[in-house]
């Protein structure tokens, strides 16, 4: 079975920085893209970024790049998602996914 745990969330002031993890299992991990996803209240599912098995090709979304950074550690079966220069605009519940599936997410909210 497919799990993926999100942590790392949190409120943070405009500026900050966060990191998120994702616990990936129950599939082989290291041949896998994986995906970051967010839902703002109110809101649809916005992609985030995009990371290749092996963690040496990564994409992300205007909204995010410069700030965001994404990796990998294989090894561990964990991806990451560094969050730099948040804004407001930022909160969401972030979610890791690998194609359909996604996990329970982690709350990160931006607020002075």
């Known amino acids: 079975e497919v799990q993926l745990v999100e942590s790392g969330g949190g409120l943070v002031q405009p500026g900050g920085s966060l990191r998120l993890s994702c616990a990936a299992s129950g599939f082989p991990f290291s041949i896998y893209t994986m995906q970051w996803v967010r839902q703002a209240p109110g809101k649809g599912l916005e992609w985030v970024s995009t990371?290749?098995?092996?963690?040496?090709?990564?994409d992300y979304a205007d909204s995010v790049k410069g700030r965001f950074t994404i990796s990998r550690d294989n090894a561990k079966s964990t991806l990451y998602l560094q969050l730099n220069s948040l804004k407001t605009e930022d909160t969401a519940m972030y979610y890791c996914?690998?194609?359909?599936?996604r996990g329970q997410g982690t709350q990160v909210t931006v607020s002075s």
């Open positions: 990371i290749n098995s092996g963690g040496d090709n990564t």
């Open positions: 996914a690998m194609y359909a599936a």
